[in-house]
């Protein structure tokens, strides 16, 4: 596809992250300034002060949302790098494995036992979910002391498959307004104004990513073949749980804050991928910046697309990346083929 | 098809056809809504009921009457059961296939709407002419629309003031434009801030309340108090925040468009101008500035 | 002079049905190994306990003197290099970033390649006719290109003992012959060993020092090309009925099928 160089220099590894940091505060700035409703930077630092509605509007409800956003969108855009390299399927999708599911049905049925939608009680059983999720999905993939990609996948798709018939069994049973917050669940929301969620969540996703990093060239190797892998000097058991760890809790916790949104941890990585070539020492911090850039404009185009009210973010992202995941496939398909 | 077969044979011997209906008045009532099952007791035919939603909570008789499934969700073998007469549903979410289930096997239906204050009228009308009140009929909505002219009459000739009604804390969901909830704000002598963000329901992002400046917010969300509060607070320049004025309203009578719809316009009333409503009625919270 | 690679009787097996039983061989500093049989004979297998990769049921592997599980694993990784057969690789890494993989058991977690190791990857590369497609992704390559790639990167890591599973399946004569080459010089100049599993008898025959002919998981024959390639072994072991006779330029056994007539 694009010509890029034959291999990875830490000069260049430098200059496209720094690139893509700079386009992440851009779009910081820029996620901030646009809204369904007109606010002025300049009078909220200006005369109007703290208590203005310039003020508020930009720091109080815009900014600790935009920022969760980068947040949670580099968090599933690693997550999804991270997945894909170890399932060895440039199209797998982070919350094909269920550890979404999991969250998901726990958080709601926190909800449920009577948790206020805004009590910090459900992003922590969510995240609870998330765990339990892990180790079910690793356990069961488990046999004979290994843990390969196909096993991971399939016990992933059918936990996921029960999550979500839990979810929608939930839905028949809650009123209907209880319903609404089950969609929460299922579209997603970067609706936030706490600035201590976000720095927790930051700090998580950087741990998070730091860990994966530390297995970058694993992933590398892995993803070019288990054998080879395996006689190149990995430690493929302990380095796929790692992974598959490190990035099914980035997973559970960005699904615990914001819901389940979509196509973010599919399309990122993938198109980062196919400019940027797959060595995940780069790969992995561009997927983080770029997903976070990624469902900062996503969250954007929700607050404003239709006016006074707004649409879940997940709904955006899939529509964005739904159609691009389906052009993707068909050059693939045609790539196989031809 | 099979689940209707089913459903034949569970139904027992009783004729499948539609019961003594055609002929007199409906003997065996079931009310898949508690909007309906408030209105039936209220023309005082609450005897003829039969079966009930799970959410029929009002009036307290109610308790005793078997239940037939939820609201959204009515259980069709359990309607048969009770071998009903009239099976009278407001449309919901959920029960659209019921619905037309119990219609295939030959139940006489009676679908009403609530959307809109006009949809009670007409809806107390239909249910009280399928019971073969007409009479009673007329008396409640005279009954129920005086006590609303009260309420107006109450705080006609004082200022409208901006008011969000909440009923969903995360996602923040408001009440809309173009229902009934809308209109009884309006009614309660309020301006309805969220009116043109759609007619159900909409999801609101925090900073158009903010930009709205709505000087009530009547929370009539699920959860604590504590919660709302939490929300709200964090606006500090939105008006209603600064001035004390989020006024917590429990239940949800707000959403049951019944005979007791007044109750809910004079919650609102008294949320959107208490210095009309001296003391303030049950079932509500002001909080303190 | 201790065998580089060394298997002590080893068998496997899944449960009832045994894969290799009691297979031994040594592998000198120097010498190329040929390996050949039928399909089914176990030839994969073997491979794959040389490697590491699989445990025998029974018996040991040793490299340099020592068994395979006493090394830590990047040790194993860089004595020893193992090629196999034609596996996918979904992802775009080009052509030089495959070999540089090769690297990777000389190099700590997140340390980028210096400037030998490409220099060891680039010349490795150009052993074997590959370096213009240095910057081409592995998906735009021809078969015979990605297999080459890969003996390159089996041969960046500057191992001691190669171990080929079917090195040839794609490639046409010039590259068949080639390949060959490259192991007989690295076996020649560094001393090092190879193991090259091959269906081609007359390769074997030529390039090989020694052959070690498998039936079913046992050894049915091993030294010299002429000893091993006879027409009773060979039709005994792929039963079917072969002509033997000589290449008069090499002095190597030929070795070809009969029709059943």
């Not at chain 2, 508690?34 to 609450?46: F, H, K, M, N």
């Amino acid at each position: 596809m694009s010509v890029r160089a034959p291999y990875l220099t830490p000069g260049r590894l430098t200059a496209t992250t720094a690139a893509l940091a700079l386009l992440l505060l851009a779009s910081i700035v820029g996620a901030v300034l646009v809204g369904p409703v007109p606010a002025s930077l300049w009078r909220a630092l200006g005369q109007g002060g703290t208590s203005s509605a310039d003020y508020t509007i930009l720091f109080r409800t815009r900014l600790p949302r935009v920022l969760l956003g980068a947040v949670v969108g580099g968090s599933l855009g690693a997550a999804g790098a991270a997945l894909q390299a170890l399932l060895r399927n440039p199209l797998a999708c982070p919350h094909l494995l269920g550890i979404s599911g999991g969250a998901a049905v726990a958080g709601v049925l926190a909800l449920l036992a009577g948790a206020d939608a805004l009590s910090p009680l459900v992003p922590f059983a969510a995240f609870l979910g998330a765990i339990g999720a892990i180790v079910i999905v690793t356990l069961g993939a488990r046999a004979d002391g290994r843990t390969t990609p196909h096993a991971i996948l399939l016990v992933g798709v059918v936990f996921n498959a029960l999550a979500a018939a839990a979810l929608m069994l939930v839905n028949t049973l809650s009123s209907y307004l209880q319903a609404q917050g089950v969609l929460f669940w299922i579209m997603g929301s970067l609706s936030t104004q706490s600035y201590t969620l976000v720095a927790a969540a930051a700090a998580y996703a950087v741990a998070g990513l730091a860990w994966l990093l530390r297995h970058a060239l694993d992933l590398n190797l892995l993803a070019a073949g288990e054998e080879g892998a395996l006689q190149l000097g990995v430690d493929v058991e302990r380095a796929r749980r790692a992974v598959f760890v490190a990035a099914s809790l980035l997973v559970g916790a960005a699904v615990s804050m914001s819901g389940m949104i979509g196509f973010v941890g599919l399309i990122v990585p993938h198109l980062l991928r196919l400019l940027l070539g797959p060595d995940h020492r780069l790969l992995l911090p561009a997927s983080f910046l770029g997903g976070g850039a990624f469902l900062m404009w996503a969250d954007s185009l929700a607050r404003t697309m239709l006016g006074p009210a707004e649409l879940p973010v997940g709904v955006v992202t899939a529509l964005t990346g739904g159609p691009f995941f389906l052009y993707l496939l068909h050059r693939d398909l045609r790539r196989a083929l031809g | 098809m099979r689940r209707a077969l089913a459903v034949l044979l569970l139904a027992g011997c009783s004729a499948s056809s539609p019961g003594p209906g055609s002929s007199g008045p409906p003997a065996r009532v079931v009310s898949l809504a508690p909007s309906i099952t408030e209105i039936v007791y209220a023309l005082g035919e609450g005897g003829r009921l039969v079966g009930v939603c799970a959410q029929c909570d009002h009036p307290p008789e109610v308790a005793r009457i078997p239940r037939v499934g939820g609201y959204l969700t009515p259980s069709v073998e359990v309607v048969l059961a009770t071998r009903p007469d009239l099976v009278i549903a407001v449309p919901s979410p959920g029960n659209r296939e019921a619905v037309r289930a119990l219609e295939r096997v030959g139940v006489r239906m009676l679908v009403v709407h609530d959307r809109t204050l006009a949809d009670l009228w007409t809806s107390i009308a239909q249910v009280a002419d399928a019971l073969g009140v007409p009479g009673a009929g007329e008396r409640l909505v005279g009954y129920v629309a005086g006590r609303l002219d009260a309420v107006r009459t109450r705080v006609a000739g004082l200022a409208p003031r901006r008011v969000l009604v909440v009923v969903g804390h995360n996602p923040l969901i408001a009440v809309g434009g173009d229902n009934l909830q809308d209109e009884l704000v309006t009614l309660a002598g309020g301006v309805n801030v969220a009116a043109d963000a759609g007619a159900t329901w909409p999801t609101l992002s925090l900073e158009l309340v903010v930009a709205r400046a709505p000087e009530v917010i009547v929370d009539a969300a699920m959860g604590s108090e504590a919660t709302g509060e939490a929300l709200f607070q964090a606006l500090p320049n939105v008006p209603a925040v600064r001035a004390g004025r989020v006024v917590r309203l429990a239940g949800d009578t707000l959403l049951r468009a019944g005979p007791r719809v007044p109750d809910a316009a004079a919650a609102l009333a008294a949320a959107i101008h208490p210095e009309a409503f001296q003391p303030a009625p049950t079932g509500i919270t002001p909080r303190a500035g | 002079m201790t065998p580089l690679l060394e298997a002590d009787t080893v068998s496997f097996g899944y449960g009832a049905r045994q894969v290799l039983r009691t297979v031994s061989l040594t592998l000198l500093p120097g010498e190329i190994l040929g390996v050949i049989g039928p399909n089914g004979s176990g030839k994969t297998t073997l491979v794959r306990l040389l490697s590491g990769v699989l445990a025998p049921s029974a018996g040991t592997v040793r490299l340099a003197g020592r068994p395979l599980t006493a090394y830590r694993r990047r040790e194993v990784a860089r004595r020893l290099a193992v090629v196999p057969q034609d596996p996918t690789i979904d992802f775009p890494f080009t052509a030089l970033e495959v070999v540089l993989m090769g690297r990777a058991p000389h190099l700590s977690a997140l340390a980028f390649p210096r400037a030998r190791d490409l220099a060891i990857a680039r010349e490795a590369m150009a052993r074997l006719e590959v370096a213009e497609v240095e910057s081409r992704p592995l998906d735009r390559l021809s078969g015979g290109e990605r297999q080459r790639v890969l003996l390159a990167r089996a041969l960046a890591k500057e191992a001691e003992v190669l171990l080929l599973d079917e090195p040839t399946t794609h490639l046409d004569l010039r590259h068949q012959a080639g390949i060959h080459d490259v192991a007989r010089a690295l076996a020649r100049e560094r001393g090092h060993a190879v193991v090259s599993v091959l269906h081609d008898l007359n390769l074997a025959a030529l390039f090989c020092d020694r052959l070690m002919l498998l039936a079913r998981g046992v050894v049915v024959g091993q030294g010299s090309p002429e000893a091993v390639l006879t027409v009773d072994a060979l039709q005994q072991a792929y039963q079917t009925q072969v002509y033997v006779g000589r290449n008069e330029r090499t002095g190597a056994p030929v070795v070809l099928p009969l029709p059943r007539r």
